[in-house]
Every structure is written in C-alpha cells, then in structure tokens.
C-alpha cells in the first residue's frame, strides 16, 4: 500500500485508531494512576475498549448523528467513548466537569444529548436534579459506581458492563460497527465543543474530521512529533485544546496520553511521567514559578545564593543555548556546572526534564516567568489559536521564541488583518458551524471562509510575527479619543506575583479605573513572613500594607505604559483590591478563568460608579456562590486609592 | 420506641439492618470511688449506624472503650456475634473484627499516610519478623497483597495526592480523615468512631459525614459514633443511645431521641422551680 492510499484512507479518528493498533499495536497509548500503580493500555487494547463500547452503545440504541455528552475528568475511559461515539456515527460533545447544574442543562439541551458519561455520582445527581427539563435524554453511563448502589437503574448503565455487554455482541452488531464506521469521511462531524463563553452563553462549535486531522498533522509536522512521545492530559476534556493534543495529535502520531490519578496529585503525576510535549496556561507555569520562589526564600543561605547565582547566569546565557546561538566555551562550561547543580534537579523537580516542545496559550505570561523557564533550557513557546481554528493560528517556530509575540502563522494557515486592527484567519481548521447558530456562524465566517478572531493585534514588521493587544470589542476609546485597551494594562499588572486578575475599566471615560484581586498564596506567604495577623481573605485584601504594595505596583506600571505613545492613555487614575476572588461559580469568569467583563461591569456597578466619585471608601455587599450552588453574601467597605499618572512621555519630561 | 428499629428490616433508604451484632448487658465501670457507667444496656444491630451521645463527662467515650475492650467493665456482659466475650485485651477485640478512631488523633505523625494506613493490616500479616525483615517468601507477596487493600482505601477516601506525605504535616481535618483509613483497612466488622467530626469546618465535616454513609453503604460495616454535633447525629444514624452522668437516659430512632423529655433537660437543662 503506498503513502497516498494510506493518507486517502485516514479520514476519521476510529480509522486513525484501526491502523494505529494494525501497524504498532504493542505501543503504549494510555496511562493512568490507579490504586497507586500506573496502569497502561497499548493501541491494541485500545481497539478492542472501543470496539466493544462501540457495540454496547448500539445495543443502547445510539443512532448516527446522535449527540453523546462527556462529562468527567481526564481519564482513558472517556476518550475511548469519545472514539467509540465517533465509531458508531454519533457525536461527542465533551463537557465541563465543574458546571454548575444549569450551566449542564443549557449544553445538554442546546444540543439535544440523548446519552451522557458521566464519571461518578456528583455528576449523576446533577443530572438527575436537571432530568425533567431534559426531555432528549435517555440514557446515563457512568464509570465509577460508588454511591449509586440505590439509584434507579432504568436508565443508568455501568460503563465496564456495557463494555462486557459488547463483547459478548452477535455478528449482526457487528456488522452494522463495520457498516457505519465506513461511512465517516473526511466531511462528517468529529466533535461539538462549547466555547467557553466569555460573552454570552456557549456555543457549539462544530468540527469536521477533517478539521481535526488536518490540523493535528500540520502542528505535529511543524514540532516533530513522533510516537515515543509522552503528554499529560490534564486539562479540562471540553477544552479544543485537549481534544486536539490528546486524541487529534495523540492518534495521528500514536503517542501516550497519560492521565492523572486526582486533580490534586497533578504535581506527583507531572514529576513521575515527565511528559516530552507539554501544554499549560500561563497561570500554571506561573504557580509553580510562585512555589519554588516560596520554597527558595526558606532554603539556607548558601543554597539560596547558589540558586540566584546561577539563575542570573542563565537568564543571560540559556536562551541563546536553547536558540543555537554562538555562546562562548567558558560560558558552556559554567551552564553545564549549573544544569548539574541547580537546572537539572529543579527541572526534575517540577517533572520538566524530559520536555521536548512546550506550549503556553490562552493568556500573556509575563516575560520574567517565560525567560524562567527558557534559560533553564525548557523549550517553552507560545501559540496562538481558538476553538473556532481547531487550535492553531499561530505558533512560534524553534528559536523564535519571544514573550511578546504569538509566533508566526502555523502551517497551512492565512492570516489578514482589517482596518480595525482585528485579525482574521483561513484554513483547514476553520470549523464548520456554530451548532443551531446560523446567525453567528455567518458573523463570524465569511463566504470565502475568513474567521474573525474577535482580537485586535498586529504583525511586526521585522519578524513577521504576530501580537495581539486586546479582545476587538473590548478595545474603546477614552472622552478625549485616546485608545482604551483593557487587557494590555491589566496584564502588565498581573505580572506581579501579588496579583492575581485585574479588571481595568475606561471605556467613554475620562480615566482608567481598576478592580484588583490579590494572588492569595504569594500575599499569605509574604503576611507570613512578616508576622502580619489576618483572619480571611477579605481582611488581608484590604491590609493596609498590602494596599500600600499594591498602589507600588499601580504606578510602576502607569509609568511603564506612559512610554507607549498609543495606549499611553490607559494608565490606571484609581483602583480598589476587591474582597473577593472572582470566581467561575458566580459567573466572573469563564469555566476557563477568563474575564467576564461585562458581567463584572454589571454586578459591580456600585463599585466602579464609587471609583469615579470623590469618596475614599465605599460599601458594598455582594452575593457569592458555593461550589455546591448555593447562595450567600458577603458585606465590605472598600478603600478607594489614588495613584500618580504620567501625562504622556514628552510631558512629564517637560514638567521635571 | 418503635418496633420497627428493634428487628432486622430494610430501612427506606435500601440497606438492610441484621442481627444484633453487639450487646451490652447491664455495664458498670468504676474508677476507684467514681462510677463512670452505671447499668447500661444496649445493643448494635449488623448494618446499621448507632450513636452515643450526651453532655461532656456523660460517659460516651469510656463506654466506647469497653466495646473496643479498652476497659474491663466490673460489672455486666459483652455479648459479640451471639457469644458472651470473655474479658480480652484490645488487640484481642480488634482481631474479632472491631476497629476505632480516637477523639485526640493517635497517628504516627513521623510516618507518611501511605505507612500509617498500612498499619492497619497488621492482623493481616502472617509471616514472621524474621521473614519481614529478610523479604523472604511470603513475606512480599503478602505485603502487594495488603497494599492493594490500602491503596483501595486510599481511593476510597480520596487521599491519594497525601499518599507520601508524613502525617506530621497534615491539617487536622486530615488526620481525622487518615485515622479513618486506618481503621477501615483492618476490614472491621464494627467501626467505632469518636467523635470523628471534632473541630471540623462545616465543608470537612460534610465530607466526613458523606464518608461514614458511604462506608457503611459500600462495605455494609456496622458503626458505632460518638458525636456532639446534633444535626450530624440526627441524619446519619439509625439509632441513638443517650448518656447523662454515666447513665442511659434515652434509646432510639432520632426522632424518638429528639422528643424524649430526659433528654431535652440534659441538653438543655432544667428550670429551677
């Protein structure tokens, strides 16, 4: 069989995985930590989990075209239900594990699911509290039977014993697997993922085979991917970002996916799998960079010299050794004294020493945290991308890596730019629709299939890179006309370890003003040290000594941003540290943790009008959700702090 | 008290509550002048959850110590499984299948919670110190065979991101969490819980109550809890003996307990008329 019959033939994901267990088998595919051990399944144990899901799912009764929910953490089980879904013509529809009940019940009937995993009772019981307004749903297969003993089992199914039932399945069944299996291509529906709705209510997003296969083999092409590679899937399932790397990637290429034991044991699991391709958001990278700064301060002194010593070295000399660039022999030597001494345990440490290509998207990170990483010899990147791109819109390329660029197209991709200074993008990837969304899709996707982006950014013009400023429609304009792009100051600020998410507000305005949310550990860790009494979150917030520090941070970033002349505009007049973390569960941010601005907007209405009042303080009371989704409220007074702005560059030279 | 909770029966919930599995028949113990129990009588059916409760001093926790065989009552008989138990020493008791938490947590704090859990398989241990230290014969295969035990209690509990971590370092929600799994890993018959939700926030305490139900839901252990927090005792148990200055002033079904007039004076005290 030659290269092109091959390709012709790997036109859905339960092909991909057919000729994954014919070819290599014996290959590991999954692992997970179970009872302590590491349980492994090759390819081939793969094909018959599957396969006999597949079967179970058609005695179930599961038609083509059906839409089947996911809802559980990482586990091998749930991405060979994805598969074996895929299999029998239907469509995953992964979705947030952590979802408050209405959240479920708006995804589950906005697609119409008619089966759903879920992995243990928590989910069972929410299902179960939103069943009457589900008319569609059927059928509930759940993976861990703790608790469920007395549950009704009409409608409830035990995922090992469908698998049983499955095997034991007549020729007829069988037949019927074959059958619609042939009938995937390239055109019909691999997945549906919800965007993660930072305005308004999710929508699905609708991916072709080809979208995913497409994109799955360009971005493994341009990372040389191969099958001894190794991830750690440990990111939310509904995100299009684990669909990709954990199956699209994982199947095109044949590498494992392994999978944590708990959400809680990530730090053991990273360290004991050391992945060779890694994915995590800024915020990751940033707590582990907060925890070994913690854990440094109370080392000895000789150990802490050492480790700032050669830390400054590297910050000089490890980037352009991770580059290729020429770097002095003595140089070299010292970098190898300090992988012996101080890189190499710490990157062992964190379970980074194997990592061959590692990516970080979905925020800015800060340039000190990037380079961290980097002059370590950790070859982290950035990209670029959305759901609607199947990922990839942008990457950076080995040795072109900066902090403050996206990178430049990923393969096979066009990018233009409107006049607004959003980005529009064309390729493989672009989905096919919104799900029951012709309005949006339309919106969104022209006829010659441009997709908006919904970011404004530009593309430098020495490295062809791209950068990106702001969300489009959050970028305003001040009451003097000069540009209001929230998100460039609010990330400037989050660089400080002190802070944890900033909200900045200006738009039709004469000023900026911001909410601040202080980073709890790293401020906890700091009152700590300097005996500083505090009973809650609330009260440390609004430490005197903190707000002090915060206010530091405040006008060191105005500063920075009155040297650009275009968004010198966006400097911060006046701010408050807010009493309380945003919190998904109360809807200020995504399922993700991205902003909701308008939300925020909305509920704290009272708050910002205080901000551009006279006043010094202000109260408020505010309603809070639990996790479980009940109600309360929590009562504040919120001081009001003033801090220095520059005019603009020229100006402030002129008034010294 | 109602016929219903005195006969094996299903309760409305769907677990099935057997035979008497432990009976007190007229206790009294004494520490030299001072009577700590007086002539209580009680029994704990197989499956099904029974508390003790009362006021501070009331007797609750040396009567747990003489169900675990702690103390040697001077008077009256422990009946277990049907059988008149002769006077035993603790480990004796916990070999029949009877297992406990302690009100101040007695763990080893310099071993990790992996070391400590797998104490409790101690009377699973068969080999000989000789051939535990050599690793010789069945020695290893023994010690896979209770790891798996553990490490499903570890699941079970969902303490596996605290596997290595020494006891020492554990918040005391925890550690209570951690003596739990002790005792469940010497697969008791009986579980005796003293005062398992002690000092918790209201989250912990949530957590260890859907602990308790699900251990008695999933391996059927009868349970036999001392707890001050009424509204934890109230839905969890099937049963309540009540105790006041050393004696049973009430026994039965929650809501039996909650309307007895003894009761509600010992809680809340009497008017002085």
Redesign the interface.
Known sequence: MNTAEVSKELVSIPALLDRNARTFGDSTAYREKEFGIWQSWTWSDTKVQVTNLALGLLKLGVREGDFCAILGRNRPHFYWAMAAVQSVGAVPVPVYQDSAAEELAYVLEDCGARIVFAEDQEQVDKLVEINDSLPQLEEVIYLDPRGLRKYDRTHLHDYNQMIADGAEADATLNKELDARKAKLDYASTCVMLYTSGTTGRPKGVVLSNRNVIESAKNSSEFDHLRREDDVLAYLPMAWVGDYIFSIGQAYWCGFCVNCPESADTLSVDLREIGPTYFFAPPRVFEQQLTDVMIRIEDASPFKRWLFNHFMDFAKDVGPDILDGKPVGAGKRIKYALGEALIYGPLKNTLGYNRIRVGYTAGEAIGPEIFSFYRSMGINLKQLYGQTEATVFITAQPDGEVRADTVGVPSPGVELKLADSGEVYFRSPGVFECYYKNPESTASTKDAEGWVATGDAGFIEKDSGHLRIIDRAKDVGKLADGRMFAPKYVENKLKFFPNILEVVAFGDGRDTCVAFINIDHGAVASWAERNNIAYASYQELAGHPQVLATIKTHVEEVNAQVAQDEMLSGCQIDRFLVLHKELDADDGELTRTRKVRRRIIEEKYDDLIAALYSDASEVSTETEVTYEDGRKGSIKATLSLIDATTHRSSSMKVAAE | MSALADVPHVTP??RTIGNVLMEMKNITLRFGGVKAITDISFDIREGEIRAIIGPNGAGKSSMLNVISGFYVPQEGEVWFRGSKRPQMRPYEVARQGVARTFQNIALFEGMTVLDNVMTGRLNFVKSGIFKQALWAGAAAKEEDEN??VV??I???L?I??I??TPVARLPYGLKKRVELARALAAEPKLLLLDEPMAGMNVEEKEDMCRFVL?VN??FGTTICLIEHDMGVVMDLSDRVVVMDYGKKIGDGTPDEVRNNEQVINAYLGVPNE
């Open positions: 919930d769907g790891r798996e490490e499903k570890i699941d079970f969902e596996q991101s596997r290595k699900d839901d999933e």
